[in-house]
């Protein structure tokens, strides 16, 4: 029997829901099993109402599943608006009802059983007790990770997180839940890795020097990331009085020699354009990370979106060439940065990372094996030494690189400016110097475009092809295999190098299928609109979902349906 | 030796003649020179405008940005390498009126570097609208019935954020305001010196010989700048009489002091380890 459950834990801001599903993730990953979690929370820091839903399996889950097993609920309105999610047999857990109220509710004093244990503070080690010992996890493996979790803390706060856990599992030692399984999976299959960590981990990897940012959510999380390994790494976090100010600095800091990154959500993205066009103007390297929300201006804060793909595209004024990546894993954003980092420093061109809010705040296991590169190549060039007079920063050249050198650190000197310019790098209004430059800007990206992935590609040959980007990835993926359980004729392709948009070998593989149908989480399908632009070829159908939450693998496939009927 | 001919280059200048910033440029290059610092050893950051185009009439490093961001662009550069010899080359518009949230920051962070504001009261490069410390009453061709705004006080604003040295030099007056620039640049931490820069194109009021009438050199009054108060004051004083020189100067902990990481030198001469990242995943 495969092993597919669905915990999910709601309450208020400020309750701890996210430390009860914490602690079941790593339990989970200690026995062996695959998770997959997301974080659903109002832009508020106590109240509201907010859930961690965490599905367990023995085998990779990439997407939510829509249907809950065990609900945990810390408060009255979680029954109320996910009593009817719960799958056949499904239980609720919670310390809100009188005892006995329903048959499908196991009543549990969580409070009480945590000041028993020695505060209320333990009340989430109760809680996740409760579920694990619902699901048949030997107490054991609790045991072990509650003393990981918390070796930094007193021993007393070990003792007493440890007692709340066995009362936890004593209070449902007598209830026997049919999802129950028996926990033994081996060994841990990978790590925990949000997309926050994965993009900051990918940062380092890169060897990312400098950080600067605005806070804005979802993407703080990589710069917390990124400070908190501060000590370890080179690396200097500044916030900074505003966006503008985010990616000015980063392109100061590349200028002066250090890889460098800003991390910014749609709002913050749009103060950045206008330095954007100056890392383009001015050839410097930097990478810019947009954790997509939805809505223009201030939208919804804490909910997820693909909405900013032709926007990160074609953002600044003019035309220059700019990498687009788009991951859709924890695996994938990890690997984006590295190569962001290093062709944004080989073409000299900025390099932007799509993630969005689903991506940064979910967990996944990942299981992939992640690149390390034993020496970072930085695509300096070192001839101007032997002949300092000659040097020049815009150098034409039929790749349109130029060579690039660092300020002060030899006798050549670097003329650079955000104004069209000689080759020599001071200003010009000429004709000549205009039509040159541009047309050497531009004579990247023929082989930029070669650095680009085609699509990835599942079931690639099947009649009618599921297209999405990014982090909608995962869910396409399991409705994929929902759809041909059933007996149906479909795969997908899946983006994660977007720009410059690899158009021959996403027309050679949309040739083939017989129809293909748009998967985005926005509502106009963007990258169908990028597709037919680029391809010539028409998607003959949408599913697509803009209300900010996550999109699951059976909305799609219920979609697929309607469409194809 | 590095000789006053070092600096000069055969790009073709582009100011009014009889601008203020041939001053300027004049007093840097001074400056430059009496510290022995060659072409190769100083990094000039500039925004947009008259004053921002500068660092292309002087043969060095440079790196002309965009309106109002040279100081982001420039911490940003020290963060990377604070080895590196800035200076920032802005006008009044560029630095107090786009970039006055960054001109906020930087002087709250004490980044080292030396900023000069060439002050001319008046947007240049855009033909003459009024600019953040244009007087009140000014008029030009858009404020057709004069200034209606309080003028922006950057040395009084400077202070109050605790700005370690504040000064204010003069276009007309090369050699002080020479001075004034090795000063700054020998100051540890941020230095400002705005410069009251005559535009004899656009600014018919603050003329040289307006200037000439009323300002005084502290120097000369054995004024010391060291009295926080005294130097608000004399911030302040404005009219007809008109201080130049040091206003404030006090040494304190700088931005890349104060980080830690810094410590053990520019970042971009720490060494990548792999090894590090590995651990990220044990
Ligand atoms: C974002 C942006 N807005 C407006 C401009 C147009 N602009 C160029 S210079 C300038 C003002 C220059 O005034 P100031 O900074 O005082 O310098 P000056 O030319 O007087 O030396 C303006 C508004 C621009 N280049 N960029
Ligand atoms: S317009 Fe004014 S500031 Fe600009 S170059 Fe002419 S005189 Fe100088």
Redesign the interface.
Known sequence: MSIDITVKIGGEAGQGIQTVGDLLALVCRKAGLYIMAINDYESRIRGGHSFFQIRIADRPVTAPHHKTDLLVALSRRTIDLHEKELAEGGLIMTDQAEDGEKENLVSIPINDLAVEAGGKITANTVAAGVCLSLLGAPFNLYREVLSEHFSKKSDKVIQDNIKAAELGYKAVEKRVFHRAFHWDFGQPKG?LMDGAKAVA?GA??A?C??A?FYPMSPATGIMAELIA????????V?Q???E???V???????????R?MTSTSGGGFCLMT??LG?AAM?ETPIVIVNAQRPGPATGLPTRSSQSDLLFVIRASQDEFPRFVFAPGTVAEAYESMLRAFDLSERYQVPAIVLTDHYMHTSVWLNDTE?T?????ERHIADKPADD?DNYNRFAVSTSGISPRI???T??????????EHRED???SEAIDDRIAMVDKRNAKMKAMTAEMAPPEALFGDAGTLLVGWGSAGGAIREAVELLRDEGYDAGALLFADIWPFPADAVENRLKQCKRFLMVEMNSTAQLGSLIREQTGLAHSGTILKYDGRPIYPVEISDGFKRIME | MVDVNDYNNEYENKWCPGCGNFGVIAAMKDALVKQAIAPHQILLISGIGQAAKLPHFMKCNMFQTLHGRALPIATGARMANHDLNIIVNSGDGDCYGEGGNHFLSAVRRNVDITLLVHNNKVYGLTKGQASPTSDMGMVTKIQRHGVISEPFAPLSVALSLGAGFVARGFAGDTEHLSYLIVEAMAHRGFSLIDILQPCVSFNKVNTYAWYKKRVYKLEETGYRPDDFEEALRLARQWGDRIPIGIVYREEKPTFEDKIPGLKEGPIISRRYDASKVKQLFT
Do not use: K, W
């Open positions: 790590m981990y380092l990897a060897d020097r400098v600067a390994r501060s000590d370890v790494f080179p690396i200097v500044e900074a009085e505003d503008i100010a985010a000015n600095m980063i392109v100061g800091a590349s200028f002066a020699g250090a460098a206008e330095g100056l001015s992640l390390v590169p034993d020496v970072v300092p660092i300020p002060c030899g006798e050549a000197l670097i003329v650079s400016t955000g104004n790098g001071h200003i």
